[in-house]
Structures are given as structure tokens and as C-alpha cells.
């Protein structure tokens, strides 16, 4: 089955930096790639996602690039904020008819 | 509110004992997928449902399970529980064939 590695495990960045979180799943035939945000307490939600036929599709500060060659993903967020505290998972799936495999997380910590 | 309801929020019980969870898809949604979230171990895939039959399963214990109802709800049965069995259960919902995943807000299971 499909198996998704993220990295790293714990981040934490001064505000207004950019920070960068890395994904690689195991399945070539996986074409969807999702990223959940989850802050303390609350459910995962869907802040943004990627199909195999674009290389990257950006929403304001947040912004998500695709190799699938690589088979690799990231997600980007530039000017980070308090706010952006939370942690944050890639996931992967074959079809919108498949389960999503989930990575184990990263903890983002926005300092002020 | 993202639509998906769980009940309860939270559940303490005893080692040995048997509890069920309940969780409401978004109205259209036909598919319920199940996750654990332990502290370490992310969002670990349990069962999806599809308009009443299993679609897929994932590392469910034989002591758990599940079933979706007539009326889309799903419950997930979890018997001789260990205090291991501590967790975020969380319901999603999707309409098949599309993409991304709804979550409910989770229920917290404690085992005492």
C-alpha cells in the first residue's frame, strides 16, 4: 500500500519567515495530494491540494509544488504567523474513490 | 461546524469494557472513513464505508468494528478495550468521487 514520509517533525520559524514542509509517498499511481491543517484540540482541516497534472497551485500565502518524478510534494508558507501555529499533515491518495494515506505531522511554531 | 457530527466528545471508560462511536456524514456524502490519532502515530486509517458496505480497511484491530446505516450514519464498535486504545478517533466524509475529506470534530477516548 501507499506509504507517505513528512518532514520535518517539528519546525519552528521567527514570524515572517517562510517555512517549508517536505512530503514523499511510495505509489506511483497516487495523484492527489492534499495538506490538512490541525490546530490544538480541533479537527484536521483542508487548507490546500495538488493533482499529478499541475506542478505547483498557490492560495495567498500558502503554495504547494508537486515532482512526481520524484514522487515529492511540499508545502510553502511564506510570511508565516502566530496563527500558522499548528500541525500541519500531507497526505496521498489514488483516486478521489481511495483512502488517504496521511504523514505523521509537522509541528509548526510561529514565534512572534 | 464542517457538516460531519460526532458523538461523544469525550468517553472515559475501563480497561475491558466496550464502547461505540457515532458519527453523522455531510448531507450527499455516501463514504465514512475512520482514523485513529495517537500522540505519535498520526492519523492512522481504520475503515471506509460506502453507502453501506466496507469499501477498504486498514490496520483495524478484530476487536474493533464498524458499520453504516440506512441512513449514512456510521458507528464504530470497540470492545475489551486496552488502555493502548487511548486516542482521537476521528469520522470523515466524502462525496465519492471527489476529492479531499470533511472531519468531524472527533471523539477523545480515555481508558482507564
Known amino acids: 500500500g501507499e506509504n507517505v514520509e513528512q518532514h520535518p517533525s517539528t519546525l519552528s520559524v521567527q514570524e515572517g519567515d517562510s517555512a517549508v514542509i517536505k512530503c514523499t509517498y511510495s505509489?506511483?499511481?497516487?495523484?492527489?495530494f492534499p495538506w490538512y491543517k490541525q490546530e490544538l484540540g480541533k479537527r484536521p482541516q483542508l487548507i490546500i491540494d495538488?493533482?499529478?497534472?499541475?506542478g505547483e497551485k498557490k492560495d495567498q500565502r500558502i503554495a504547494v509544488t508537486l515532482n512526481k518524478t520524484a514522487k515529492h510534494f511540499s508545502l510553502h508558507i511564506t510570511e508565516t504567523q502566530p496563527e500558522d501555529s499548528a500541525v500541519y499533515f500531507c497526505a496521498a491518495s489514488i483516486s478521489g474513490y481511495s483512502t488517504l494515506t496521511f504523514g505523521k505531522g509537522t509541528m509548526l511554531l510561529v514565534s512572534p | 461546524d464542517s457538516g460531519v457530527t460526532q458523538t461523544p466528545k469525550h468517553l472515559i471508560t475501563a480497561t475491558g469494557q466496550r464502547v461505540t462511536l457515532r458519527c453523522s456524514p455531510r448531507s450527499g456524502d455516501l463514504s465514512v472513513y475512520w482514523y485513529q490519532q495517537s500522540l505519535d502515530q498520526g492519523l492512522q486509517f481504520l475503515i471506509q464505508y460506502y453507502n453501506g458496505e466496507e469499501r477498504a480497511k486498514g490496520n483495524i484491530l478484530e476487536r474493533f468494528s464498524a458499520q453504516q446505516f440506512p441512513d449514512l450514519h456510521s458507528e464504530l464498535n470497540l470492545s475489551s478495550l486496552e488502555l493502548g486504545d487511548s486516542a482521537l478517533y476521528f469520522c470523515?466524509?466524502?462525496?465519492?468521487?471527489?476529492?479531499?475529506?470533511?472531519f468531524g470534530s472527533g471523539t477523545r477516548l480515555t481508558v482507564v
Open positions: 470523515a466524509s466524502s462525496v465519492e468521487g471527489v476529492f479531499g475529506y470533511t
Open positions: 495538488i493533482r499529478s497534472n499541475v
Open positions: 505509489d506511483s499511481a497516487s495523484n492527489y
